[in-house]
């Protein structure tokens, strides 16, 4: 979908300083980031804390840290400043203030006066005629002067059907029983959100709303609201969820939804989350699944959002991630791997080895921990009965290892590529090539399923791989 030319693309991440960074915001922010770069135009960060009871201290450096990670870079918002500052809701009191003087003058808004319990009997009239509950069938014949003690209540304006276009899921509609008054300002002087938003829209000259299509339902309200103000409506681009891993429910904490800076800690890198993310709901074409930053903003088109939700595979996640990695170039990847070594690991010829093994750094300490790497920094313990292959004879094998330990004990450079030639050589000249590289594997690894005897010779050195072997030969004589 392409803009008008003759209009500056302006899009926008307002989320909740709550404590959490869903990944759902989070895909929400990349493709409202992702049209505003495609197009040369802006992308607002602002925060909507008018909720101060959900609000957790620390949360709005989180939400900046969060998106710092992934390289999502923001050209107004509260850190930086910028033409239409403050970008903190609960900085923009006046704004909703003066809006909503605009509505109560024109007789769109009213301060409401009824407590808790009378609305509740309201519920049950309603409940009783068998019928929904809508608020503006009872509103009151002479409501107060709004004084800020109360609530203010929007009053629509008039109660029919509504229409629109929403650029990802085309002609919608929704009839009367969708209308009703809300809350603009409540009792505590702050905006509820489905007011707030729509004056910083306005203010900000936000031309694209991306945001979860759980407010879709909602979308009356806002028009009604426009048409109140007369405000002309902005593009309205609604999102697919992102489901958990079996595809019936949007993805939740109970399904193993987790903070967005708890990928930055397993050690994910930022453009393989942002590749993965992109992914889950949208799709440019073609068979290319692995795409940079770069390519995301090029490829990026509202066109290719799709209606229905993706899920959220984290499989899916550890491949694309993998497949990034391959991307490195090698010093990082050194340098990476290393650091999640413990000291008495940090063994340089590791790195390729643990890179092949690898779908995210963290793993790196999986491996670790899960004693994977134990046979390089301590001597194995063996039963010489699994040094034999298959039902090769016991005598085959020890003169299979005194050749090998012969040959590496004259080769002057114990390199990862000599090392795999002169044993290949020596695999190939006997009748079959388990007769030589299970025992070598074994000796060294006292594993049965291990690296290659290649790589695991050049880890140890020529020191202590003809050690290791010497040792088996002795254990199999006394078999």
């Not at 697919?240 to 595809?247: A, N, Q, T």
């Amino acid at each position: 979908m392409e803009p008008n030319q003759n209009k500056k693309v302006v899009t926008r991440f307002a989320p909740s300083p709550t404590g959490f960074m869903h990944v759902g915001g989070v895909r929400t922010a990349l493709y409202a980031w992702a049209y505003a770069r495609k197009n040369n135009g802006t992308f607002i960060l602002r925060i909507e804390d008018t909720d101060k009871a959900r609000e957790v201290e620390g949360s709005i450096e989180h939400i900046m840290k969060s998106l710092k990670w992934l390289g999502v870079e923001w050209d107004e918002g509260p850190d930086i400043g910028g033409p239409n500052t403050p970008y903190k809701q609960s900085e923009r009191l006046d704004s909703y203030k003066k809006y909503a003087q605009i509505l109560i003058d024109k007789g769109f808004a009213y301060a409401d006066p009824f407590t808790e319990e009378e609305v509740e009997i309201f519920r049950k009239k309603a409940e009783a005629d068998k019928k929904p509950f809508l608020y503006r069938e009872y509103r009151p014949e002479n409501p107060p002067v709004w004084d800020g003690s109360m609530p203010l209540r929007f009053k629509v304006p008039q109660i029919k059907s509504y229409e629109w276009d929403d650029l990802v899921r085309g002609h919608l509609k929704a009839g009367e029983e969708a209308l009703d008054d809300f809350i603009l300002i409540k009792s505590d002087g702050y905006p509820t959100y489905n007011f707030a938003h729509i004056i910083d829209d306005l203010e900000m000259g936000v031309t694209h709303i991306m945001r979860g299509d759980e407010f879709i339902s909602s979308v009356p309200k806002f028009l009604s609201l426009y048409d109140a103000l007369e405000i002309k409506r902005p593009e309205f681009v609604m999102l697919p969820p992102i489901m958990g891993p079996d595809g019936k429910k949007k993805l939740g904490k109970r399904d193993g939804a987790k903070d967005i800076l708890d990928y930055e800690k397993e050690g994910y890198l930022p453009e393989a989350m942002i590749n993965f993310l992109a992914y889950i709901g949208w799709n440019p074409g073609g068979e290319k699944e692995v795409i940079s930053k770069k390519e995301f903003i090029e490829l990026f088109d509202i066109d290719k959002i799709h209606i229905s939700g993706g899920k959220f595979n984290e499989e899916k996640l550890d491949w694309i991630n993998k497949e990034h990695i391959k991307l490195l170039n090698e010093k990082i990847v050194k340098e990476n791997i290393l650091k999640w070594l413990p000291e008495f690991l940090k063994n340089e010829k590791l790195v390729p080895l643990i890179r092949e093994r690898i779908s995210k750094w963290s793993d790196v300490k999986i491996m670790v921990d899960s004693g994977e790497l134990d046979f390089f920094y301590k001597k194995p313990e063996i039963d010489p009965s699994l040094l034999l292959f298959k039902n090769t004879n016991k005598k085959i094998i020890e003169n299979n290892l005194n050749e090998v330990i012969k040959v590496f004990n004259e080769l002057e450079k114990f390199e990862f590529e000599n090392i795999k030639e002169i044993l290949n050589k020596i695999s190939e000249s006997k009748e079959n090539r388990g007769q030589v590289l299970h025992p070598v594997r074994y000796a060294l690894s006292g594993l049965s399923k291990s690296p290659d005897p290649f790589i695991i010779s050049f880890i140890l050195g020529k020191e202590e791989t003809l050690e290791r072997l010497k040792s088996a030969t002795l254990k199999l004589e006394n078999l």
